[in-house]
């Protein structure tokens, strides 16, 4: 059994732990914690989630497809939902009670966290204690306590002023008082150390981190033939110009492609080009520019011959079979390009198969105008993807903005602990040697801090003076009236005394303050 106050020190440096942790766990981003708080405003993410619930979320190493997870949308602010996919270095969300996905894909650096914990109508109770009638209560609430405890304050320390050996220093030995305060604070370093060392053993030292393998098919387009310079500047017909196939019946048309990436890799598939011609009601006719051949590697270039005769004779065939008369019809010109074999060591497949949209009618080919407002060049056709890879990196914890690894906080928790204990250990030995010896250096242990050692007893008459049966007894008296407990050392007795309004209460005890008293002589 410890000293009362061993136990006391440890209970509060638990208590203390306790609160560090929580407030480690539930600590806002704008206090260097990991924690946000999120409040549920709509039906979006019904059954999991209801309009009125609260949402701590926590920022997290990584995200992966399925997690609850809030993020910054530039426009409306916070949103949470879940992640359903993953484009390259952004997430795909959607609510759970949406068919449609969420307009923004935010990267990894505009996500706030995932969910941890869910407080069913918390958003509603924070909305009312935020109210003049809840504010006014929290208001009510913190001036109750601290009123009670100035009382508290106050009546201890009145009671304490109704002695005057009470208010000065005891002189006795003061081992156990003394260590109070740093017994107090290597508990609670070592009990914070310990939980750092069990959380850090509980978790992996290494996590699969996402490191994708980015790609970029790039691509150009060219097309040209010779004409009359008096058509064409410097006769010749360049990408992005009309061709009048009467005094141009036909052309050269040119794709260039690379396959973009910082990662290495062995690759190898097919490519190939065709012209296909098409009008609204889903007629269309295929006319080969290149067969399709064997390619390797990540450059390489299709070249053909567009026939405007070929196409006029096709179109022609269709309105004499069908009367169908259109003022104008769709020709694209479509490559495309399948590769295989890995990139950055893993699997890589993908196909890329842009066209390039022309119109014709009954005078010109020339090419058609996709969306004013959009940057994107049809002569330069790219399209992006990613091979999905992940590296082991060591795994982090981050504690109010400091960032340490598992092993590392394995190590500072475990030795941190280790030296707490030690430093317990070495400064409690003689106090606890004496509390497990017994007798008197037992009692003097655990009250030295109402014990004070005088020279001779106090004077009291002999109707005065009130014999008490156990030290316990004494000690009761001492603690309940604010008072200090005498102690005079006769040989091998001990005489303890506590004065109370001018009643003397007296034990005499040997080595043992647990043997029965013996009467002192007058």
């Not at 009670?97 to 966290?113: F, H, I, M």
């Not at 450059?299 to 567009?306: E, K, M």
């Not at 009236?481 to 005890?509: C, K, P, Q, W």
Request: aromatic share 8%.
């Amino acid at each position: 059994m410890l000293p009362k106050a061993y136990s006391r020190n440890l209970l509060a440096a638990a208590l203390l732990t306790a609160m560090a942790c929580v407030w480690v766990v539930l600590a806002p981003a704008q206090f260097g914690g990991q924690a946000a708080y999120v409040m549920v405003a709509g039906a979006s993410m019904e059954p999991t989630l209801h309009q009125g619930d609260l949402v701590v979320v926590r920022e997290a190493q990584t995200y992966a497809v399925g997690d609850i997870a809030t993020y910054r949308h530039p426009s409306v602010g916070p949103v949470i939902h879940r992640i359903i996919d993953r484009h390259g270095d952004r997430f795909v969300f959607q609510g759970d009670n949406n068919d449609w996905l969420d307009s923004y894909a935010p990267t990894a650096n505009e996500v706030v966290g995932k969910a941890w914990l869910v407080l069913p109508g918390g958003a509603t109770l924070l909305r009312q204690l935020r109210s003049p009638a809840g504010l006014a209560f929290l208001s009510v609430s913190l001036a109750l306590i601290l009123l009670i405890t100035v009382r508290n304050g106050r009546g201890e320390k009145s009671h304490s002023m109704t002695s005057k050996r009470s208010a000065s220093p005891p002189q006795s030995d003061r081992r156990l008082e003394a260590l109070d305060g740093p017994v107090f604070v290597l508990a609670a370093v070592g009990l914070g150390a310990l939980v750092l060392a069990i959380i850090a053993f509980a978790r992996p030292a290494l996590v699969s981190t996402p490191d994708d393998v980015p790609y970029a098919h790039l691509a150009t387009f060219s097309y040209h033939a010779g004409g009359p310079a008096s058509v064409y500047a410097g006769g010749e017909i360049r990408s992005g110009d009309p061709v009048f196939h009467q005094i141009v019946p036909r052309f050269q048309i040119e794709f260039v492609y690379h396959l973009q990436s910082p990662a290495t890799g062995a690759l190898a598939g097919s490519a190939g080009m065709v012209l296909e011609i098409s009008e609204p009601n889903g007629w269309r006719r295929t006319l080969v520019l290149q067969p399709e051949s064997p390619v390797s590697g990540r450059d390489l270039t299709l070249t053909g011959v567009v026939d405007l005769n070929l196409v006029r004779q096709a179109i022609a065939l269709l309105e004499a079979r069908t009367a169908l008369d259109r003022q104008a019809y769709s020709v694209d010109i479509i490559p495309w390009v399948r590769l295989e074999g890995d990139l950055g060591g893993e699997p890589f497949s993908d196909t890329f198969q842009p066209r390039l949209a022309f119109t014709v009618d009954d005078l010109e080919l020339y090419l058609r105008q996709g969306d004013p407002l959009s940057d994107i060049d049809p002569l330069r056709p790219t399209a992006s993807g990613f091979v999905a890879h992940s590296t082991l990196t060591p795994a982090a914890l981050s504690i109010l903005g400091l960032d340490l690894t598992v092993v590392a906080a394995r190590w500072i928790g475990t030795i941190a602990a280790l030296l707490c204990l030690a430093g317990i250990a070495t400064l409690s030995a003689p106090v606890l040697r004496a509390y497990r010896a017994g007798g008197f250096e037992r009692t003097r242990v655990e009250y030295a801090a109402r014990m004070i050692d005088v020279k001779a007893a106090p004077p009291a008459k002999a109707k005065s003076m009130i014999e008490v049966v156990a030290f316990e007894d004494l000690a009761r008296l001492a603690e309940k009236n604010g008072r200090m407990i005498l102690h005079v050392s006769d040989g091998g007795e001990h005489h303890f005394y506590v004065d109370d309004a001018g009643t003397t209460y007296h034990l005499a005890a040997g080595e043992r303050t647990d043997r029965k008293p013996r009467t002192r002589r007058a």
